[in-house]
């Protein structure tokens, strides 16, 4: 079930407030990357394509502010929320802090309790079924809690992959995916996969969601990939 957890950069150069954040983003059911400079950190989003990034403001060489605004400027990375962290409460760094782009910004020392709570604000905006809200398109509910789906009030049987795929789709409906941006997001990246199975788990969610005599909400997009919608 890895890739339907969120991924959390998380970019902070003092080890040791780097390793209390990764624990705690852990122990709350995240997969951690962690990174403790600019660089890294640019490099860890390429290869990892996190969901929800935190990010210190001081950093050695590339600063937390250019991360950010490098980030929010590419079109791949724009979408992925930033939570700025700072040493400085004045209220001139928050300006400049949300000016970058950045999506929320918290001073130190900050709660932790705080802390996961913003992270979970923002995946609730951009990736609600990691942090188990309900997901309605048409007559389809899929409740990333319990794990049930249901279409017209009856319970789908889904394989766990099948319900990874929906969950995925249900988060963006109409949004057009790419054989290999599945894989990713509900594969992982990690796991080497042929793309045509994504096609036979299409087939096997087509065939569920289909069961009951409703019609197939899933458009296949010739040369593009899959659609909801
Ligand atoms: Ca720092």
């Known amino acids: 079930m890895a890739a339907s957890q969120p991924t959390v950069l998380v970019v902070e150069d003092e080890p040791a407030q780097r390793e209390v954040l990764a624990y705690n983003l852990e122990a709350e059911g995240f997969r951690v ?16 394509n996190p969901d929800i990034i935190v990010l210190d403001w001081m950093l050695p060489s590339v600063s937390g502010i250019e991360v950010c605004r490098q980030l929010k400027t590419r079109n791949e990375t724009r979408g992925v929320p930033i939570i700025m962290l700072s040493a400085r409460s004045e209220e001139v760094d928050k300006v400049r802090g949300l000016e970058t782009g950045a999506d929320d910004y918290v001073v130190k020392p900050y709660s932790l309790v705080e802390l996961m709570a913003r992270v979970r604000a923002q995946l609730r905006r951009t990736r609600p079924a990691t942090v ?3 997901l309605e398109y048409e007559d389809i509910v899929l409740d990333a809690e319990t794990h049930r789906v249901t279409r017209g009030g009856d319970p789908l049987k889904l394989g766990p992959t099948e319900f990874r795929l929906l969950s995925t789709f249900m988060e963006k409906p109409g949004r057009v995916w790419s054989r290999e941006q599945l894989l990713d997001r509900v594969w992982g990246r990690d796991i080497y996969v042929d793309t045509r199975t994504v096609d036979v788990h299409i087939g096997r969610l087509r065939k569920a969601l289909t069961r009951q005599g409703g019609s197939d909400p899933l458009r296949t997009v010739r040369g593009a990939g899959y659609a909801l919608g």
Request: aromatic share 0%; glycine share 10%; charged share 40%.
């Open 132 to 134: 188990g809200e309900r």
């Open 33 to 48: 990357v962690k990174a403790e400079n600019g660089e890294d950190a640019l490099m860890s989003v390429a290869e990892e």
